[in-house]
């Protein structure tokens, strides 16, 4: 009888001792898989891991076309907000700080630390005199100056024109004052009966001294391939059908350009920080998310067709 009862209590001792082996393992190999990866990392800056569920929630701050658009494609959501947080860790090491807003998002905290460093690079960018002078011979050309008149043939196709004329028939008149031009007619007479610039056309078509890409790309070109005293032969524009007059040039001298010379200085040394800090951050995206949309709550509405293409 003594044997018959010790062996159902031997059993129960090994099933209860096997049980808690088997809850020893499970304890040492952490939870179950799926309680892992419930927000799993999409990527990495530097030595901080951002979760799904942080860029999801950074992404719903941007406009809707770029919201979908990140959402579907992590790696331009990367090319953002990796920049971003390795901007607001360098700010944090360097001991920079705003005031907490318990109404603001993590993403606002974020572009807040970066504008405190982009401040702080800038104070700390005090170029000396030399810098300045050297950078104003080195870049003089783009100081120059040319004083400009124009014509201007305006039709119904051009930017901002009033005008009913075909464009067809804004080109050969264009064309026709051209050729008045090449037969000695007075510039400033011609402007004053022909062009349709409202604003200089009471001025003999006087545009003043014009600076590089101050204006339109193709009247920056015409403008920029004369020499003084030329005149261009009739090109198409924004605005309609022109034909410019180069009357003299000049350079500026460096006092009236010492303020742009500074900004572009600090501009070049911020564009250098900034990309140095990226860099070294390392911003990586997990390999799960470089062919697959987040897991944002709204990327499952888009279908294959709103796509972006891939860079």
Not at 11 to 33: E, K, N, S, W
Not at 134 to 143: D, V
Not at 155 to 181: F, G, H, M, N, Y
Not at 268 to 273: C, I, P, S, Y
Request: glycine share 6%.
């Amino acid at each position: 009888m003594l044997q018959r009862t010790r062996l159902p209590q031997r059993r129960t001792i090994l099933g209860t001792v096997a049980l808690l082996l088997c809850l020893g393992r499970l304890q040492a190999q952490g939870p179950p898989a799926a309680s892992q990866s419930a927000d799993p990392i999409a990527m990495t800056v530097g030595e901080e891991r951002i979760t799904a569920e942080r860029l999801c929630t950074a992404i719903q701050s941007l406009p809707p076309p770029q919201r979908s658009g990140y959402a579907l494609h992590p790696n331009l959501a990367a090319q953002w907000f990796g920049p971003l947080v390795a901007m607001a860790i360098e700010a944090k090491r360097v001991h920079l700080a705003v005031p907490e807003n318990p109404k603001e998002s993590e993403v606002d905290l974020d572009n807040a630390l970066a504008g405190e460093l982009i401040q702080a690079i800038a104070r700390n960018t005090q170029p000396a005199e030399l810098d300045i002078e050297s950078y104003y011979i080195a870049h003089k050309n783009e100081f120059e100056q040319a004083l400009v008149r124009h014509i201007l043939i305006s039709d119904a196709t051009a930017l901002s024109s009033r005008s009913q004329r075909p464009a067809t028939e804004a080109k050969r008149k264009a064309e026709w004052i051209a050729v008045r031009l090449t037969h000695g007619s007075d510039f400033r007479t011609l402007a004053l009966a022909q062009s349709d610039d409202p604003y200089t056309r009471e001025k003999g078509g006087d545009l003043g001294y014009i600076s590089h890409r101050q204006l339109e790309p193709a009247l920056d070109h015409a403008i920029w391939s004369l020499a003084p005293g030329q005149i261009s032969v009739p090109f198409e524009g924004r605005l309609g059908y022109e034909i410019v007059q180069v009357q003299a040039l000049r350079t500026q001298p460096l006092d009236p350009v010492r303020g742009i010379i500074l900004g572009r200085i600090k501009a070049e040394a911020l564009d250098r920080r900034q990309h140095s800090i990226v860099e070294a951050a390392h911003i990586t995206l997990e390999p799960s998310y470089r062919d697959s949309p987040l897991p944002c709550g709204s990327s499952s509405q888009f279908t294959l067709k709103d796509r972006l293409p891939t860079p």
